[in-house]
């Protein structure tokens, strides 16, 4: 056989460029959600992505709009599932800043207790689901023992661990138990100590901040033009939190700090959910000592909130109330409202339309997770094919929220 | 301070500007559709408003009303932290010509958001690079939000898509498979 006559210089050898189309999802195991990126890659760099959203569709605000202003609670429970508490607070809110009724004081400690439980127990998903996406499946498993410990409270508490319907207009379904502050307390001990442990767990680990560091940055500004809010927000540096900024609820009589990035990376966004459990945390003690061992929950408004049952059965105006509640639910004067809270991934928005019927015209959910996978093109695009994965982790997108 | 903003946006845009309110406290603005992006760039690049960020933009269909449809945008300045709504009304009775300027200039979120609001009531945004839909597929027939979009109506059956360059194979044949995946839902359809 002749010998190969050619002068090879390596620099002359033209391998072929062409972008390869790689399609990720819309069911992969290293993506928590169901969505689907389609990927041009030039070697190992992503040159363009197309992501998908849409697979968890359930046509929740067409669905809203046949029911009862009640009946928007288990819909709005689906939408986050990981903290359905928060939802639900955030919908009584702006159902009752449309009736122009506040609830009792020990109701609105009740329902932040509750919602900071919910807002620790979606951070522990997130951060346990990250490291687990990276290969570090023992701190997802303690994360989740953690979680369930809160659920265990929920459970106790509403009846259900994770879809509770607890929310009310004026109020909460059920007044506190007698062993929720006791519970909670050892509670949040218990999950502050595992939080720790985890923490030295993966921060400790040169794998881990490896995959996580200088990863998926993102500028402030590009962060804000994308409409991002919550923990992904402050993570780029900027300090918005509903909770501070047009505090609701109790939260401007509460100590809290803001964990504020600095280099807007991946290990910033999953430093940011610890920080924020443990202010959580904070405020879930702040709380328990100032929620009233007894008062009303509800508001005293037979328009709004279900009479007693050993009412209904006895007295004919508390059938006439619960009947005219159950058939053709409560009403809420004909106007619209913006109501604004802070879920576990951000401002989390409810634009309500009434016509003044018992039934909602429009439910508009401000779904902070759609916006905030919405940049997700943004913050993968340059980088190599194995950040998608932290990079998507950390923006904690929830399936159910993103696609309603 | 935002009923300062308020009358900032009556004092610019006079002639555009249909109506305020600000009921439970949301201050609103209702303005001229023609008026839609240069109200909203004016909001973004003056310094007395500073309106920095996108929260929502969503559509309401008062089928009863002429023009049929709503585009409400939130607004928030981060600076500032005060916030605005903003909405025209658009769109024939029949809904087909549903047509407002987009946003997308201004700011990125106003891609999905717009993207969303034509998926779900078939509001196109004139200037949108990129106007797909979004949650649902490109075959879906319909605009779901609309009220004239029934709750229960059930969708025709898709083709197996075609994909240039990618040669692929369908599932599963016409008489394979779940059956509970391949019905048809049609009023008046019998079993041949």
Not at chain 1, 43 to 66: A, P, S
Not at chain 1, 184 to 207: F, H
Not at chain 2, 17 to 39: C, K, M, N, R, Y
Request: aromatic content about 8%.
């Amino acid at each position: 056989m002749e010998p190969l006559d050619v002068e090879l210089d390596e620099t002359e050898v033209e391998l072929p460029t062409e972008p390869m189309l790689v399609n990720v999802g819309p069911s992969h195991p290293a993506m928590h959600g169901t969505v689907r990126c389609v990927m041009e890659l030039s070697g190992e760099t992503i040159h363009r992505v197309d992501v998908q959203v849409g697979y968890l569709h359930r046509g929740f605000e067409k669905m809203c709009e046949r029911g009862t202003w009640s009946q928007v609670f288990p819909y709005v429970d689906r939408c986050n599932y990981v903290s359905p508490m928060l939802n639900n607070v955030g919908f009584s809110l702006a159902c009752e800043k449309m009736l122009g009724i506040e609830v009792p004081e020990r109701c609105q400690w009740y329902r932040m207790a509750l919602g900071e439980l919910a807002r620790i127990s979606d951070h522990l998903t997130c951060d346990g689901a990250m490291a687990m996406e990276l290969g570090a499946f023992t701190p997802f498993l303690w994360m989740v023992k953690a979680r369930d410990m809160i659920w265990d409270v929920m459970e106790e508490e509403t009846g259900a661990r994770l879809t509770h319907s607890f929310g009310r207009v004026g109020g909460m379904a059920m007044p506190p138990t007698d062993q929720f502050k006791e519970h909670t307390l050892a509670v949040v001990e218990q999950v502050l100590k595992i939080v720790d442990e985890s923490e030295k767990l993966v921060l400790t680990n040169r794998i881990f901040l490896d995959r996580l560091e200088g990863v998926g940055k993102i500028s402030a500004a590009d962060a804000i033009s994308l409409g991002w809010t919550g923990p992904c927000l402050r993570a780029a540096g900027v300090p918005y939190d509903v909770r501070r900024a047009h505090p609701y609820l109790k939260y401007s009589e509460v100590e809290f700090d803001v964990p504020v990035g600095t280099s807007s990376d991946c290990l910033d966004r999953f430093l940011i959910r610890f920080a924020e459990i443990k202010q959580s945390a904070h405020i879930v003690r702040q709380c328990i000592a100032r929620l009233p061992d007894s008062g009303p929950v509800d508001v005293d408004d037979p328009r709004v909130v279900m009479p007693p049952k050993s009412e209904v059965y006895t007295t004919i105006e508390a059938t006439i109330q619960h009947f005219k509640l159950v058939m053709e639910g409560l009403k809420i004067p004909a106007g619209e409202v913006y109501s604004y809270t802070e879920g576990g991934n951000g401002e989390l928005g409810f634009y309500l339309v009434s016509d003044g019927s018992g039934t909602p015209f429009r439910v508009r959910i401000r779904p902070p997770c759609f916006l905030i996978t919405g940049g997700l093109e943004k913050v993968v695009t340059g980088q190599m094919v194995a950040d998608v994965v932290p990079c998507f982790g950390s923006l904690n997108m929830i399936g159910g929220e993103c696609d309603r | 301070m935002s009923k300062a903003l308020l009358d900032l946006v009556v004092a610019q845009f006079g002639s555009a500007v249909l109506g305020t309110h600000s009921q439970h406290g949301d201050d609103t603005v209702i303005i001229a559709p023609s008026a839609w992006f240069e109200i909203h760039q004016f909001l973004r690049e003056d310094a007395r408003t500073s309106i920095d960020m996108l929260t929502d933009l969503t559509a309401v269909d008062y089928i009863d009303r002429e023009p049929r449809f709503e585009i409400v945008s939130h607004v928030y300045s981060l600076a500032k932290g005060h916030r605005l709504r903003l909405k025209t009304a658009v769109g024939d009775e029949e809904g087909e010509t549903v047509e407002v300027d987009s946003l997308t200039a201004l700011w990125a979120s106003a891609n999905w958001l717009e993207r969303e609001t034509f998926d779900m009531f078939g509001v196109r945004f004139v200037g949108h690079p990129d106007l797909r839909r979004i949650l649902l597929y490109p075959e879906f027939e319909g605009y779901p939000l609309r009220k004239d979009y029934p709750a229960d109506k059930i969708q025709p059956l898709v083709p197996f898509r075609e994909v240039p360059n990618i040669e692929k194979v369908a599932p599963f044949g016409v008489d394979e498979g779940m059956s509970f995946g391949r019905q048809t839902h049609q009023r008046g359809y019998e079993e041949n």
